[in-house]
């Protein structure tokens, strides 16, 4: 068989599902993962922009609820184009049946909220890539715990990511345009930064404030920026990126911590004094 035979075979096994065995595994989630448990993550949310001419629609990221009406994410989560609207969409996980579907609150249902210009706050300096959402407030949201900045994760210690990013790629380790039905979860080890130093793609992540993440079979894709690096059921990063072909390169996320001043003042103004 030719090798362009040979491409042809692989293509069309990864197009109908069938994961194979190769130098790099061509089926991967937020990668290596699998679904979350239905009672985690109820704090994740999708971030899309929407074409007021065209109708077209990008999903673009993710975020996390860390209070009932703010979102942290990534700031190049942000679709800052002429003709786009953004919006946010609650309750993406779990994904129910549709029996469940009737016997929901509508505090857990899926629900679409435009983001204003006026209600995004991009990190300390504009270039940074840490972002907070203001959205109309309502109780009982689901939100995860801010980090305790005394016990953070240390080299060698897991975490949690997740994501509803691509998670299909071709032989080349190059992302598929694909999105997992539900949202993904996978663990990664803390790793030293150092290899990161001079990242071009992240040369918005200032190196003294990243948190870096690698594991064996363990990707973050397109589309899964803005998700939340989870430790002791706290978020302590969040995910800028990956490298351009996966698995090739440790996972870059903005470390949350150094950013808690700044966090604090937004969402707390009566208790800072503002």
């Not at 909220?113 to 840490?130: A, C, K, L, P, Q």
């Not at 918005?204 to 993440?213: A, I, M, S, T």
């Not at 800028?240 to 390169?249: A, L, Q």
């Amino acid at each position: 068989m030719t090798a362009m035979a040979h491409l042809k075979l692989l293509l069309l096994l990864l197009w109908v599902g069938i994961t194979v065995s190769t130098g790099v595994d061509l089926h991967k989630r937020i990668y290596g993962g699998q679904k979350c448990p239905d009672t985690e993550r109820r704090y994740h949310v999708t971030l899309m922009a929407k074409h007021g001419t065209s109708g077209n629609t990008a999903y673009l990221c993710g975020g996390s609820l860390i209070h009932e009406r703010w979102i942290l994410t990534a700031a190049h989560c942000w679709k800052n184009e002429p003709g786009w609207d953004m919006y946010v969409t609650l309750g993406v996980h779990p994904q129910p049946s549709w029996i469940k579907l009737l016997f929901q609150r509508s505090s857990d249902k899926k629900k679409e909220v435009e983001i204003t210009g006026r209600s995004f706050f991009v990190g300390i300096n504009t270039f940074e890539d840490i972002m907070l959402l203001e959205i109309p407030p309502q109780t009982g949201r689901k939100t995860v715990a801010l980090p305790d900045c005394a016990k953070p994760p240390k080299e060698g210690d897991v975490v949690q990511v997740a994501g509803l990013g691509g998670y299909m790629v071709d032989a080349t380790g190059h992302t598929l345009p694909d999105q997992p039905p539900h949202l993904q979860c996978a663990n990664m080890h803390v790793v030293d930064c150092e290899p990161t130093r001079n990242f071009a793609c992240h040369s918005d992540v200032p190196y003294d404030n990243r948190l870096c993440l690698e594991e064996p079979n363990v990707d973050a894709r397109h589309g899964d920026s803005g998700g939340g690096v989870i430790y002791n059921n706290m978020i302590y990063g969040v995910i800028s990126g990956g490298g351009k072909r996966v698995c090739t390169e440790p996972v870059v996320t903005v470390n949350v911590c150094p950013y808690m001043n700044w966090i604090n003042q937004k969402i707390n103004p009566k208790s800072n004094g503002k």
